[in-house]
C-alpha cells in the first residue's frame, strides 16, 4: 500500500514481515466488485513510544474517501483494537479523523509530536 515507486514493494512487504513476526496485525479491506481494490487499512500492535500510556498502538489507520460512510471504519477499527485500551497519533487538523476516534472511545491527552511533517500529530488515547 502507500509505496512511492512500485520497486518499493518487496522492501515494505518485508518489513511488514518482520512487524508480524514481533507481534503487529494488519488488516486489509478491498473492494472485490472493483478488481479487488484495496479500501483501507489498519495496523496495530506493540506501543513504539518510551512515554505510552498504555500496552497497544493504532499505528496506521486508512480509508480511501470512497468508502466514507459506509461502515467499514467502524468494522476495521474494531477488528484492530477490540474494545481494548490503546492510543493512536493523528494530525491535529484531522477533525473528521479525531471525530470518529471519539466515537470509538478516545480523548485526546494533551500531548502532541512534530513528526516532520507540515502539522503536529497529537496523542489520543482510549483507557
Known sequence: FFVEHEEGIPAQIDTWRQELLLGTYIWVVYDTDNEDEIVGFARAGHARDDDAPGPLELWQFYLLTVAHGSGIADHLITMALGDAPAY?????????????????????????RDFGGDVPDVRMVRP
Request: avoid cysteine; proline fraction near 0%; charge should be neutral.
Open 88 to 112: 493512536l497519533w493523528v494530525f491535529q487538523t484531522n477533525a473528521r479523523a479525531m471525530a470518529f476516534y471519539r466515537r470509538h472511545g478516545f480523548e485526546l491527552d494533551g500531548v502532541e
